[in-house]
């Protein structure tokens, strides 16, 4: 099994590239310099890095496709139904948050919502001054998540943009008694690359379909 890293050089791509190094994994990177169309001798794509690049790569690999891990944010409803086609070919790997510990506040915030479905809440999120998208990917996991329990649900995700923050979301949850805070802060990226570790080891049996963490973590992998 070879893998590529697409976009190597970046902040992800080394990381991704050291851990899978540690684990003794065959992989190569590709950079802008390179000619994509070496994707082709990897058995496994992974991806982290901005949306315009990310569509343009996929619209490449549809033609040979290839198992895609993508960690990319910022994507619209016209590039998800582009990473759907794909999916429809080969086994693709979403996941806007590659974390653990957030995917694990994912699995049990809808029925903590609904014991505090009374409460007045607020979502918020904080990242580094570089981050293009807002709000995040991860703040709009969380949204849908509490739309699983209530449809209807109206709310604006408060973002910032500040120094060098990695990644930081904050739900909150208010009455007039009491408040309830859950945070997640990443702390490094390597916990997102042990994650992009978990979803290689998930994918590399799956032939065709759309996947993501919530889809690893209900096989216990």
Do not use: C, W
Request: a positive charge; proline letters at 1%.
């Amino acid at each position: 099994m070879k893998i590529a890293i697409i976009g190597i050089n970046g902040k992800m791509g080394k990381e991704i590239a050291n851990i899978l190094n540690e684990m003794n994994y065959d992989f190569f990177g590709i950079t802008k310099q390179d000619n994509f169309e070496i994707y082709k001798k990897a058995d496994i794509l992974i991806e982290f890095t901005n949306r315009e690049a990310n569509i343009e790569h996929i619209k490449t690999v549809l033609n040979e496709p290839r198992k895609y891990i993508i960690g990319t944010t910022g994507f619209n409803e016209q590039d998800l139904e582009i990473i759907k086609k794909l999916s429809e070919k080969t086994a693709v790997f979403l996941s806007y948050n590659f974390s653990y510990g957030l995917n694990t506040i994912l699995k049990f915030l809808p029925n903590l919502y609904k014991h505090l479905i009374d409460y007045d809440f607020a979502i918020y999120e904080i990242h580094h001054k570089f981050k293009k998208d807002k709000p995040s990917g991860t703040s709009k996991m969380i949204l849908n998540k509490l739309k699983e329990v209530n449809k209807n649900l109206d709310l604006t995700i408060e973002s910032f943009r500040l120094g060098g923050i990695l990644g930081e979301h904050v739900i909150i949850f208010a009455n007039e008694g009491e408040v309830i805070e859950i945070k997640h802060k990443a702390l490094n990226r390597k916990v997102f690359a042990i994650g992009v570790i978990k979803a290689i080891e998930f994918i590399k049996d799956k032939s065709v379909g759309l996947y993501s963490m919530e889809d690893l973590y209900s096989q216990k992998v």
